[in-house]
Structure formats: C-alpha cells, structure tokens
C-alpha cells in the first residue's frame, strides 16, 4: 500500500486521511471507512481526519469507528464563525460587538457540541479521537 511506504519513507507521525472528490478537486465527499480501516492496519501512526461541510454526524462515526484517532474542526469551526457573523450583521445595525459576537459564540457552542456528540456514541473499547481546532 502507498500510505505504508510514504508513512516509512517520511517517518511521519501521524496521517490525514482526506475525502476528496478527485473529478471536482472538492472535499464534498463522505470519507470512505473501508479505506480508513485498511490503512489503519496498514500503518503504525495515528490517523486524522479534517471535518467538512458535507460531512454528516454518521460519516464522522463511521470513521472514528474504521480508526481515526484525531479530528482537525478548525475549519468547520471557521465556517461556521464566517457565516454566523454575517447573519447577526445583516439583521442588526447595532454596533456593539458584544451583542453579534453571541450569537457567534453560541453557533460556535452548537458546531463544537455536534462534533462532540458524533464522536462520544463511538464504541468505548475505541481510544476517544482528539479533537484538534486548528
């Protein structure tokens, strides 16, 4: 398998496994978990997955299940910032961050909440995925 051979030839720690459609160069695709357990017995390093938008709550627990190890939410979590932001500013003039900023705050709680309730139903024989912001 090439993943073994570039996880030795790089002396890696750790592999991202990504969901990419390859015919639109997008992430809008489930992760495939039958992949995800064959290079889970094919490597020795801890495998990682990126959460996407189109990623559903049962796409995350089939990978954790398969064998991720560490879930990268940065960028859901940016996006859902982004769009929460923009949809407390068009409905309000005021200036006060205070009063835009929780609603941001509390769509940030609800992302971070989702994420951690997939992955928490997982089999509990199974190491708890970390899950990573950034």
Aim: proline letters at 4%.
């Amino acid at each position: 398998m090439l993943a073994a051979d570039f996880v030795a030839r790089t002396n890696i720690d750790a592999l991202n496994v990504t969901a990419i459609n390859t015919a639109e160069r997008t992430f809008a695709v489930s992760p495939d978990a039958s992949l995800i357990s064959r290079l889970r017995e094919q490597v020795q390093v801890p495998l990682v997955l990126q959460v996407n938008s189109s990623m559903t709550d049962q796409d995350l627990q089939r990978s954790v299940r398969a064998g991720i190890v560490k879930v990268h939410v940065g960028t859901a979590l940016d996006m859902t910032f982004s769009n929460a932001l923009r949809r407390s500013l068009r409905r309000s003039k005021i200036v006060d961050p205070r009063s835009y900023l929780a609603e941001v705050r509390t769509a940030l709680t609800e992302t971070v909440s989702v994420v951690l309730e997939a992955v928490s139903c997982c089999d509990s024989s199974l190491p708890s995925p970390e899950v990573d912001d950034n």
